[in-house]
């Protein structure tokens, strides 16, 4: 059930949310542990109308590295952090003012070998207005950047791969609430793409540098939806809306032409501001609830979404490269519609709760690149793309038991992810790289009393689909790879379990501060995980890259002021 004020995507939606911080008193939370620590500080600002929360954490495992015995583990890096803000400020009954931030990044690889990294950015500014009890409003700007670099050294040959993805958006949000049965959604969004497809360069055994050009992109995306989430009885709920949407690519802008066989065939150049594509179309959403009784309910979901922005992925090419880029003349955007339905219980007067869930999903334009695509160092990547057809279906069961002394939850999904496109693969249904039918989750907590308490986590998931080279030729005197058919291997599959055991402190009255020790286990019965799978041309093996660690040990002290 995606609601219609989402769009421009053919997944899910993941709804996080910050919270204020406290606007009567100041106090911390945090924690100091072996691998990782993090501090929230919040409280307000001269008075209670205005307050703030910041907080931040790292990981540095990677500072041990180079103490273990392993020459491999000596050079890994491995680490991330991430830093949150938010200020929020009440003016009157009817008009407050939030200013939120996030910055993040993840850095992994391996010293002289390969250096990985991502992150985000992000700055929201917020201002919510009630209009009336049953009307108010939320106006938004945003600006966001994500980029992620890469880089590889092969045979005194240094490859970087930059790229970049910055937005600019303005929205404003509506709800109306006509009845305590009947809310109305409406508003719009309008977001500027600035997309740097890559920065890339190559520097050579002797130093030389040499750098790839790569055109920039630009494009305008808006977008107007309306909802309306209506009770009509005590037992049936039904949501219903339409979204519109339109994209359009903006100049300065390069576009290449190419013929059936994907060469290039003629180059147009588009001044700065120039609109010279369009795309639009409509989205409709449907969801309905049924309560059958007390402890029980159906629901059903109808939905159809559409993606401008595309990704595509390649693991064969020697880097594992993810390129972003836009809908455009060349390339169609992606569209999904998509089923659900699922029926939910509840046991032994709420206690426990079960549910199971079925979808299927049917994509159109579904884009990937096709057999032996040249990636690095490509400015002309869309030649390189193939679109077709993709479906998507599964079946989700849940168990959970929420409260009481042992407490938890246990998931099984099955669910395929299927492509068929004429130009990849001798035209033969393949696995998208995100087919992993099995995926189990296990959550168990036990409170031994109001200081001690236990808990484990195990995890599965079947291997990511790969395509592998099954075997190899020399031609004048370079070795050429053959491969597999497109995803017919998997990575071996997934699995760890984590176990952890909290000790709090005795809480003595009249004292600010709480503390609270936990000892835990990361993949406690030492899962060899793969990392990184490389072909050794010279020495005829495979050689599989692990995580840094089999298992690991960790103490962290949390603390509350």
């Not at 009336?132 to 040959?157: A, C, E, P, Q, V």
């Not at 339109?246 to 300065?252: A, I, M, R, S």
């Amino acid at each position: 059930d995606i609601p219609a004020s989402y769009g421009g995507r053919l997944s899910s939606v993941l709804d996080v949310r910050m919270r204020e911080g406290n606007n009567k008193k100041f106090s911390a939370t945090g924690g100091v542990g072996l691998i990782s620590s993090r501090l929230t500080l919040e409280g307000p600002i001269a008075n209670e109308k205005t307050s703030f929360l910041i907080s931040g954490r790292r990981t540095y495992a990677d500072l041990f590295f180079p103490l273990l015995p392993d020459t491999g583990v000596k050079k890994s890096i491995m680490y991330f952090y991430d830093l949150n803000l938010k200020v929020n400020h009440t003016f009157n009954d009817k008009n407050r003012l939030y200013l939120s931030a996030y910055l993040g990044r993840d850095k992994f690889g391996q010293k002289g070998m390969s250096d990985a990294g991502f992150g985000n950015q992000t700055v929201t500014l917020r201002w919510n207005h009630l209009f009336s009890n049953k009307l108010f409003s939320n106006f938004t700007l945003i600006r966001s950047r994500y980029d992620y670099n890469l880089s590889m050294h092969m045979g005194g040959t240094n490859y970087q791969w930059n790229p970049s993805l910055l937005d600019y958006s303005a929205k404003f949000d509506m709800n109306f609430f006509a009845s305590p049965r009947h809310e109305i959604k409406f508003g719009a969004v309008s977001t500027y793409h600035d997309i740097n497809p890559c920065t890339a360069y190559i520097i050579g055994p002797d130093n030389h540098r040499l750098d790839v050009p790569y055109p920039k992109n630009y494009e305008m995306e808006y977008a107007a939806y309306l909802s309306d989430d209506y009770k009509l009885s005590a037992r049936f709920t039904v949501k219903y809306g339409l979204r519109y949407s339109v994209f359009q690519n903006l100049g300065k802008g390069t576009v290449y032409g190419f013929n059936s066989d994907y060469n290039v065939t003629d180059t147009t150049y588009y001044p700065s501001g120039k609109i010279f594509h369009t795309y639009q179309g409509f989205e409709p959403r449907l969801g309905l609830v049924f309560t059958l009784n007390d402890q029980s309910s159906v629901k059903a979901s109808y939905s159809r979404t559409i993606q401008y922005m595309s990704l595509a992925s390649n693991s064969t090419s020697g880097m594992p490269l993810d390129v972003w880029f836009p809908a455009s003349p060349n390339v169609k955007p992606q569209s999904a519609d998509q089923f659900g339905l699922g029926y939910f219980r509840n046991f032994f007067d709420n206690r426990l709760e079960t549910s199971v869930e079925g979808f299927y999903k049917k994509m159109y334009n579904a884009i990937d690149f096709k057999d032996h695509a040249e990636l690095l160092m490509n400015p002309r990547m869309e030649g390189e793309i193939r679109t077709g057809k993709a479906h998507a279906y599964g079946v989700e069961l849940l168990v959970r038991k929420p409260e009481g002394n042992f407490n938890g939850w246990i998931s099984y999904t099955y669910s395929r992810s299927l492509r068929k496109i004429p130009a990849i693969n001798h035209g033969l249904e393949y696995p998208s790289p995100y087919d992993k039918p099995h995926t189990v989750n296990l959550i168990l907590n036990y409170q031994f009393s109001k200081r001690t308490s236990v808990s484990a986590n195990w995890v599965y998931a079947t291997g990511a689909p790969i395509t592998f080279p099954i075997g190899s030729f020399v031609y004048e005197n370079a070795v050429n790879k053959i491969y597999s058919s497109r995803n017919g291997y998997r990575m071996r599959d997934y699995h760890r379990l984590d176990l952890s055991v909290s000790v709090k402190g005795k809480d003595k009255p009249g004292r600010p501060w709480q503390g609270e020790w936990v000892f835990s286990m990361y993949n406690a019965y030492g899962r060899h995980n793969d990392w990184i799978i490389n072909f050794n041309q010279e020495k005829q093996r495979i050689e599989r890259w692990y995580l840094p660690f089999v298992f690991f040990p960790g103490i962290t002290y949390n603390f509350t002021f």
